[in-house]
């Protein structure tokens, strides 16, 4: 039977990983600046989170969510800290889309409404409301269609108060980075009207933080750079290292009856370990330092070779000003450099995990010295 077309893929398969490495079959090695697209954030193979997984597993590897949850719970305690977002509460599932569609229809059902806000560039999934929220109609199918979304530029003030106006929006979904888009961020005096606008008239704003979250950008959550609080935050990705795992934190005010967000898989015990060990590991490591760290000196690296970088963190693109899909490809099979492409077909996205340091980002220079020369 043949796998049914997803992406175009390159020619590698790794059989194994280890921090920021993957092997292939035959031995050879990969330096991996792409995360398997931001998600591995501890490094591959941490040996405290394989430790800690495999003692689940052996103790206690799944039961539904009709029992309590004591690792739910501590989840939902660190997860407080973290992310200082001490009125919310927290729903775990599965994948960045399916938190962003439960994001959706929560802020549909609390207010009542159905137009949904969303950006050109964004990319929040390939579910029903969240491929339609989603800028790209290549992968929308006619039942997509049917959702009430206005997609705005970003930073287009006037455009989002004249949508606002008409009364009729339930959310306002957004990336504080643009990820698959390519790194573009809203401006901050745009966002702080933003969320001004959207309590003005009765809108939620959802952070969309699939990819942004999680020590990323520097910070636990990207929202976090700036003074505001969204009424949700979606997360997934970096959030289990691999282990399929997503979140959402909904401020308090947000009701919902019983039963209208439900998961059977979401927030197992094998899925709440893997978080709880990731986020021991981001700090017991110092990973968020370790990002900004890597990123002033990826900022240096890239000023001597007059590159434009844009992003935060170690959620960065490089734009080259010309369509990087040949060196996307000569990175990986001449270097055996694994980097991401983005919408933006001049932008290599690179998202290592947040262990990476000045070593391997040097790897990455000299190969780009290289290719440009
Ligand atoms: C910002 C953002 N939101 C949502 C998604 C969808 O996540 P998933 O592939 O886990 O459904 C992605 C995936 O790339 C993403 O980058």
Known sequence: MELFDVYATYDIAPVS???????????????????????????????????????????????SNSVISPLQQQLADTLETESGCTDYRL???????????????????????????????????????????????????????????????????????STLEQGDVAAIILEMIQGVGGLDQPEPEFLASLYELAHQ?????????????????GKYFAF?????????????????????????????????????????????????????????????????????????????KASALSLQVKGKGLMLGIDFGFPVKELRANLIYTHRIFTGSSKDPNVLRILPPLNIDEHALDQLFDALKKELS
């Open 91 to 161: 729903f775990l599932c599965n994948s960045g889309a399916e938190a962003n569609e439960n994001a959706l229809k929560l802020a549909s059902f609390y207010t009542g409404r159905s137009r949904i806000i969303a950006f050109k560039n964004g990319f929040h999934g390939r579910t029903s409301a969240t491929v339609a929220a989603t800028d790209n109609s290549a992968i929308q199918a006619p039942i997509n269609k049917q959702h009430a979304v206005s997609i705005l530029a970003l930073n287009d003030l006037a455009a989002l108060e």
């Open 201 to 217: 008239f009765g809108a939620l704003v959802i952070a969309d933080e699939v990819q942004s979250g999680f020590g990323r950008t």
């Open 224 to 300: 976090q750079h700036y003074p505001h609080q969204p009424d949700i935050i979606t997360m997934a990705k970096g959030m289990g290292n691999g282990f399929p795992v997503a979140g959402l934190l909904i401020h308090s005010k947000i009701e919902a009856k019983k039963g209208m967000l439900g998961t059977t898989f979401g927030g197992n015990p094998l899925a709440c370990t893997a978080v709880l060990s990731v986020m021991e590991v981001l700090s017991t490591e110092n990973l968020l330092e370790n990002a900004t760290k890597m990123e002033a000196y990826f900022l240096e």
């Open 17 to 63: 990983a280890k921090g920021y490495y993957l092997f292939d079959g035959e031995g050879k090695k990969y330096l991996d600046l792409y995360g398997g697209h931001a998600v591995i954030s501890i490094g591959h193979a941490h040996p405290s989170y394989v430790k800690e997984l495999k003692a689940q597993l052996d103790q206690l590897g799944f039961y």
